[in-house]
């Protein structure tokens, strides 16, 4: 309760904030783009990681206003990186299942993709597979919605949640996204091996784009690379950044 409270003054004074994440292409080797994650500074606690908070946020139904601030600073920090000079720097947001199933996503995206003069292609929606399913018609309509704008889609630690994989070719989606649980021991445990392989070769045939995540060593890298993993984000590239570090990043690989 206490936390909420802090949360809820937190709102109120721009304690959250956004860092970003830089993605690699595995093709090129160039900045893809990133992913935001969402941080507190927290006054006389320093910076507070999500895993303390966004539970909290979840369960007080917070995070439905929290997610619209974070879809509205992803865009205009888009567009603030394209004035400074950056170039068009491609950003995926976390939508949490009770953001999706509670807020009005759809609308929430349009309005800030208008507001600052984003071009939809410049942003991802990263859904788990749990807020996909909880209302599959309806996620079908809104994302086909999205879609038909530009906006695109990823499935978020994939292969943790639901094991249908019937969804996979009736929703709307561009890319997948592998979970770090078989990222982490994917040189060694061949197992693990075998799950990552599988899903990048289930996403080329299916037409999806795939993406590693929690890639912390050169050899994890070379591992997906050679496996035709298109893109890649973990600590081995670069932790979680401030915007202006994140931005900096991009343009000295211009
Ligand atoms: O940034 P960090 O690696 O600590 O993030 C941990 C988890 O917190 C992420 O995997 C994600 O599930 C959640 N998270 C981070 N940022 C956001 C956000 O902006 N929105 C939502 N809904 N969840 C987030
Ligand atoms: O959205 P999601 O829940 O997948 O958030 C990604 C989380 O993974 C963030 O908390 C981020 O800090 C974390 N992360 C990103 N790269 C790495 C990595 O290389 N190793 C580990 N252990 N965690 C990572
Ligand atoms: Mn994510
Ligand atoms: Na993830």
């Known amino acids: 309760l206490d936390l909420e409270m802090a949360l809820r003054r937190a709102l109120d004074n721009d304690e959250l904030v956004l860092y970003f994440q830089p993605k690699v292409n595995l093709h090129t080797g160039a900045i893809s783009g990133a992913e935001a994650l969402l941080r507190w500074q ?3 606690y320093g910076l507070v990681f999500p895993a303390e908070f966004v539970p909290v946020l979840e369960d007080t139904g917070l995070i439905v206003r929290v997610g ?10 888009i567009a603030a990186w394209a004035r400074a000079g950056a170039g068009a720097v491609h950003v995926a947001v976390n939508v949490s299942s009770r953001q999706f199933v509670e807020g009005d996503l759809e609308q929430e995206v ?11 292609e410049l942003l991802e929606l990263e859904l788990t597979e749990t807020a996909l399913m909880s209302n599959a018609e309806r996620t079908i309509v809104v ?7 530009g906006v695109q889609v990823a ?3 994939f292969g943790t949640g639901y094991s249908s994989l019937a969804y996979l070719q009736r929703f709307p989606i561009d890319k997948l996204k592998i979970d770090i649980a078989f990222v982490r021991d994917i040189t060694t445990n061949p197992n693990d091996a075998a799950i990552a392989l599988a899903i990048i070769s289930m996403a080329h045939s299916l ?7 929690g890639v912390e060593s050169r050899s994890q890298l ?3 690379r050679r496996n035709r993993c298109d893109e890649m984000q973990g600590f081995f590239f670069s932790r ?15």
């Open 42 to 44: 927290r006054p006389g």
């Open 68 to 77: 619209a601030w974070i879809i509205d600073t992803a865009c205009r920090q």
């Open 110 to 120: 349009r309005t800030a993709l208008e507001r600052y003069k984003v071009p939809p």
């Open 143 to 149: 994302l086909s919605n999205l879609r038909e704008l």
């Open 155 to 157: 499935i978020d630690d």
């Open 207 to 213: 037409k999806l784009r795939v993406i590693a995540e």
């Open 222 to 224: 070379e591992y997906l």
């Open 240 to 254: 979680p950044l401030p915007a202006d570090e994140m931005g900096a990043l991009v343009e000295a690989g211009k």
